[in-house]
């Protein structure tokens, strides 16, 4: 069995399979070519591969291959009728790559739709390790450019206040946010939509923030569910009223298979202190504040700094390669049976939750998207988007 790891996109960093994961490839039976220079930019070289017992190869040699495993979406050009591609194709925002795969016969398993809540799942769950990373990076960037200190110093030249920080959604990158910012010495409050989540806040050192006949807005999935307009605002106004006079904000609030939510407003920026950084951790999928500028960190009349700085995650390379590799291994190794990787029907990560599971999600299949020309049937939410 080939597996094929191409380079990277340019603006990407990382690298889908890096050196320390080849022991447990072969170990499956898999003969591992990478693309020269593939890892470079995360700090794994060619030589660290050939050490490892890899094929440094062209382009060409890698696409080749029957299994290709990425990052980004490699394209289908030079790529086999039946070959299978194993990447983060954010199918609901990329339909035309699902298209583009079943056009051509190639298999697309898309590592961003592991059902997560399965056990065997969670090391297999790329959304987890790569986000939990982003959630780090954001408050070191906040850190980086607020013009204070975060924690309380007591010093003969007089005594500094704690920061305070706001994160807004508290997912698995909002939780890492609270406890670091927490570790740094800020004071942290939090928002979500979803019930559950203020005992997370709290267990990690945040304080709830409380919103007036909050429902609960939790998926059977444990995703968000979209918000009614009024309720919306009502969380906006709440949120950004306890954040106007936070020097940090960090926003990370994502709806499932939708565009980024708008959780900071222009006119709650106008709010803000002068100096105060705002870190829109979805920049890159339309922002979470509306005057986010994707890739950029541009500094608002009234003195706020917006910090849209892309791919977080690729900020830290050199581990977020290495645990995505991890998870990508543990999934391309468990789909092998007597020496060939088998796409079955009968496996759950690959095609969603069962039905009379806890975790089933009416028109949601897992990891497998389409294969030979076809979407895969429980696909039902995804085939919508794609007519
Ligand atoms: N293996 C597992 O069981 C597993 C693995 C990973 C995540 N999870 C759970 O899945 C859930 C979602 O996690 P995620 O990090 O992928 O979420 P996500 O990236 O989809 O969204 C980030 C957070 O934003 C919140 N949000 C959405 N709209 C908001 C708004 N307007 N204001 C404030 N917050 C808003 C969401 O509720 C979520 O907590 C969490 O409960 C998480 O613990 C479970």
Redesign the pocket.
Known sequence: MKLGVPMEPEGETRVGITPMSLKKLHKAGFEVIIESGAGKAANYHDADYQEAGATVGTREEVLACENIVCIRFPGTEGISEGANIACVADPFRNPHYVKACMTSGITLLSMDMIP??LSR??SM?V??SQ?NLAGYKAVLLGAAHVPKGIPMMTTSAGTIRPAKVVI???????LQAIATAKRLGAVVYA????K??AE?IESVGGRFIEVDGMDD??DES???KP?TPEF?QK?NDT?CGVAADADIIVT?????GRPA?I?VPSTAVQNFKAGSVVVDMNADVGGNCEDTVAGEIITTENGVIIVGTSNLPGTLATTSSMLYSNNLTTFITSLVKEGAVVISDDDDILVGAPEDSDFYVKGMGGVLICKDGAMHPKQTRLGGVLE
């Open positions: 997560r809540r799942a969670q769950d959304n987890s986000d807004m959604g508290s997912g698995v990158a909002g928002s979500d939509v979803r559950s989540a997370q807005f939790e444990g995703y968000a918000l919306i969380v949120v990370t609030a994502r709806i499932f939510p959780t």
